[in-house]
């Protein structure tokens, strides 16, 4: 038996002036995404903003439904737009906020399993990392450079083939 460790790098921002101006245009507009939120049963709005390499930005945000498990995260709408509207461009950056109704959401937003495999799926199917940048209302900003830090050890395509 041998006792093994995973290392997650990623760096972390105490204000917004820090970013580059290319980060700092996409945070700006997942949090113009929060405007589309529909959160009535969770009062937890999410913005996702996607850049892609062809210079697009692609916005999304969380869309509730009454019957809980048939809405989408804001991360899934922006990403799964952007790809089936551009299917070859790649995708370079990700960029979430949240906001929450009834207190201030100062922890910086982290995508849910699900998002995470829809970012490691969109990752896989081009050549260069997907950046993740993240923020709360206020506070901190934690950017990572790929999904790989935030699903250690995940499920993948080459997974389904047959070990020869
Ligand atoms: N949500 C997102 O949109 N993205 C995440 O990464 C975490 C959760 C949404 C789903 C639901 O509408 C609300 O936040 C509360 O879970």
Redesign the pocket.
Known sequence: MKKKEIIIKYDEYEKDDLLTSEDLELLNEARNALKGSY?P??N?H?G?AVLLDNGKIIRG??Q?NAAFPS?L???RVALFHAKSEFPDAEVKSLA?T?SADHFNNNEP????GS?RQVIAETEKRQSNRIRIIMKGDSGIIRILNGIEGLLPMMFHEELLKKNK
């Open positions: 959160a049963y969770s937890f999410v996702a945000s969380n509730e809405g995260c804001a991360e979430i949240a937003v982290t995508p849910c998002c």
